[in-house]
């Protein structure tokens, strides 16, 4: 239009919008709904690994690692978002039955789980076809078997990828929301936000709203430019995680925890170091964004959430009453 080529990704939107619907209807229909998603993503990758398989040649692998500590760091860092979904399961804490036991299980077993899919799929892949064939490839899965001519087999996988993606989402656009709702209830955000629906019992204002902010950027963003920034983003806040286990052990040691990280503070520590590492070989111009998006989110903070926190009038609260013949914070 105009000599400006537009690009608007109309398949991304529908599945946003359906998304967004079965989150406001509830958690049952949206746990329901991503359990026949991850039952059809797992039968396909199971697919991929049986079949493949036959194809494997070891002779691939040799240079096993050819860009060596740096080529996997980068990698790591580029792909990090497959791991936000196990951290947005925590925020749906609230709505199940024995938060204490099941949030852990269901974490830490997830994540085991996915890893050994994730190595197994990895190492199939490579030993289908050389590493340095995928440079520019989208679907990687699929190519692995289009090479040989098995385009009924690629077509498969690639529909496989559709359920994937979606049951991606769902994680990711439950746990949003879910955010937006706590903050709202500590005072950081207006009150508008934490209003739950009368009959679907869900934060459906801020589900809504983070719908529509996906598919916007959906529709028309890089996806490169848009996984760069989620990762590094996340990374920040799982930095922040670790390091509030730290603060909180020594300056709350009491308080109950149901669910006690071990090995304090050696993971904390580690996930520190870690996570801060895979953030400095981002791309500079992922940190560039990353900034004026901290900036933007600061600016927001210190004009409203800051004076409205309740936490914070709260201790200056319990700090004023410490102090006798002070004026109490209104």
């Given amino acids: 239009m105009a000599g400006i080529p537009l690009i608007f990704n109309l398949p991304a939107v529908l599945i946003v919008a359906l998304i967004t619907w079965v989150l406001v209807r509830g958690i049952r229909e949206s746990a329901g709904f991503n359990s026949i998603m991850v039952i059809l993503k797992l039968a396909i990758v199971g697919f991929f690994i049986a079949v493949g398989a036959c194809y494997v040649k070891p002779t691939n692998w040799s240079p096993f690692a050819p860009h060596g500590l740096a080529g996997i760091s980068s990698a790591g860092a580029s792909i990090f978002f497959a791991y936000i979904g196990f951290d947005a399961v925590s925020t749906a804490a609230e709505e199940t039955r024995n938060p204490q036991r099941d949030m852990p299980i269901g974490i830490i077993a997830s994540l085991i789980i996915c890893t050994i899919i994730y190595v197994a799929v990895a190492l199939v892949l490579t030993g289908m076809v050389k590493w340095d064939q995928f440079t520019g490839i989208a679907d990687p899965l699929a190519k692995a078997f289009s090479v040989r001519g098995m385009n009924w087999t690629a077509g498969i996988i690639s529909f496989g990828a559709v359920f994937a993606t979606t049951s991606v989402l769902i994680v990711f656009q439950l746990g949003q929301p879910r955010i937006f709702f706590s903050m709202a209830r500590d005072g950081l955000l207006p009150p508008w936000a934490a209003k739950v629906h009368p009959k679907y019992r869900t934060p459906h204002v801020t589900t809504i709203l983070t719908g529509v902010f996906v598919a916007v950027f959906a529709a028309v963003t890089n996806i490169d430019e848009v996984v760069d920034l989620c990762n590094i983003g996340t990374l920040f806040a799982f930095v922040l995680v670790a390091a509030g286990i730290l603060v909180l052990r020594r300056r709350d040691p009491d308080?109950?925890?149901?669910?006690?990280?071990?090995?304090?503070?050696?993971?904390?520590?580690?996930?520190?170091?870690?996570?801060?590492?895979?953030?400095?070989?981002?791309?500079?111009?992922?940190?560039k964004r990353f900034v004026y998006w901290m900036i933007v989110g600061l600016v927001l903070y210190f004009c409203y959430g800051f004076r409205r926190s309740r936490l914070r009038i709260a201790l200056a609260q319990e700090a004023a009453a410490r102090r006798p013949g002070e004026p109490k914070p209104e």
């Fill in 255 to 287: 308080r109950p925890r149901p669910f006690r990280t071990p090995f304090v503070p050696w993971v904390p520590l580690l996930a520190i170091l870690t996570c801060g590492y895979l953030m400095a070989v981002q791309p500079r111009v992922t940190w």
